[in-house]
C-alpha cells in the first residue's frame, strides 16, 4: 500500500509569489491534515479536511488556504509569500477521524 | 482551544538509561494521546498512543502514561540505543460530541543518546 505522497519534496520561491502544495493520501483514506513545522515551533496545525469539507482550521491568515478533490487528494495554497512562510509543510491523512494519522515527507518551501 | 506543552525540549542521556518526556494538554475533551517520533530528514511516524480510558500503555521498551485528573501525559522509553535518537512529539486530540477534531502537537523534544 502506497504511503502519503507530497509534491513536490523541495520549492524556492521569491516574496509575494504564491505557491501550492499537493498530498495524496493512502488509498482509502478520506481525512487529509496539513501541519507547518518550523524549528521550535513543532507542528502547527493548519487545517483539515475530510470528504471535500474543511472540518478544522488553525490560526494562520487567509494567506493559507486549501481544498480537497473527490480522490481525497488535497491542495494547499499559499498567496503572497512572507520569508517567515519558510518552512516543511506536511500533510497527514487518516481512514477516518479516528484512526492513527500517517504522515508524508513533507514540502521544504524556501522563501527568498 | 486545546493546547498542548511538552518538556523538556532538549535531553541527552547516556545509552542505557531511561529517557522521559512529559506532555500536559488543556482540554479535559481530549481523548486520543499518540506519540511521534521524527528523525532527521524524515516523516514524524507514530510510536504508540493511548486513548483516555486506560491509564497506561507498553509496548516493548516504551511506554506512556496518562493522568486525565492532572491532564498530563508521559513517554518512557527504557534500555536507550543510539537509535532512540531523534525528535519525539506528543499530540492531544479532543472529541467534539462524538466527532474527533484534529491533533495538536507539542513542540517536540530532541532526544540524544550517547553511546
Known amino acids: 500500500k502506497a504511503g502519503v505522497t507530497q509534491t513536490p519534496r523541495y520549492l524556492i520561491k521569491t516574496r509575494g509569489q504564491q505557491v501550492t502544495l499537493s498530498c495524496s493520501p493512502i488509498?482509502?483514506?478520506?481525512?487529509v491534515s496539513w501541519y507547518q513545522q518550523t524549528p521550535g515551533q513543532g507542528l502547527q496545525f493548519l487545517f483539515e479536511?475530510?470528504?471535500?469539507?474543511?472540518?478544522n482550521k488553525g490560526n494562520f491568515p487567509g494567506r493559507f488556504s486549501g481544498r480537497q478533490f473527490s480522490n481525497s487528494r488535497s491542495e494547499m495554497n499559499v498567496s503572497t509569500l512572507e520569508l517567515g512562510d519558510s518552512a516543511l509543510y506536511l500533510c497527514?491523512?487518516?481512514?477516518?477521524?479516528?484512526?492513527?494519522?500517517?504522515f508524508g515527507q513533507g514540502t521544504r518551501l524556501t522563501v527568498v | 482551544g486545546e493546547n498542548v506543552e511538552q518538556h523538556p525540549s532538549t535531553l541527552s542521556v547516556q545509552e542505557g538509561d531511561s529517557a522521559v518526556i512529559k506532555c500536559t494538554y488543556s482540554d479535559s475533551a481530549s481523548n486520543y494521546f499518540p506519540w511521534y517520533k521524527q528523525e532527521l530528514g524524515k516523516r514524524p511516524q507514530l510510536i504508540i498512543d493511548?486513548?483516555?480510558?486506560?491509564g497506561e500503555k507498553k509496548d516493548q521498551r516504551i511506554a506512556v502514561t496518562l493522568n486525565k485528573t492532572a491532564k498530563h501525559f508521559s513517554l518512557h522509553i527504557t534500555e536507550t540505543q543510539p537509535e532512540d535518537s531523534a525528535v519525539y512529539f506528543c499530540?492531544?486530540?479532543?472529541?467534539?460530541?462524538?466527532?474527533?477534531?484534529?491533533?495538536?502537537f507539542g513542540k517536540g523534544t530532541k532526544l540524544s543518546v550517547k553511546p
Open positions: 493511548i486513548r483516555s480510558n486506560v
Open positions: 479536511y475530510f470528504s471535500e469539507t474543511q472540518r
Open positions: 499530540a492531544a486530540r479532543m472529541n467534539y460530541g462524538g466527532s474527533q477534531g484534529n491533533l495538536i
Open positions: 488509498s482509502g483514506h478520506r481525512s
Open positions: 497527514a491523512s487518516r481512514s477516518s477521524p479516528n484512526t492513527e494519522a500517517f
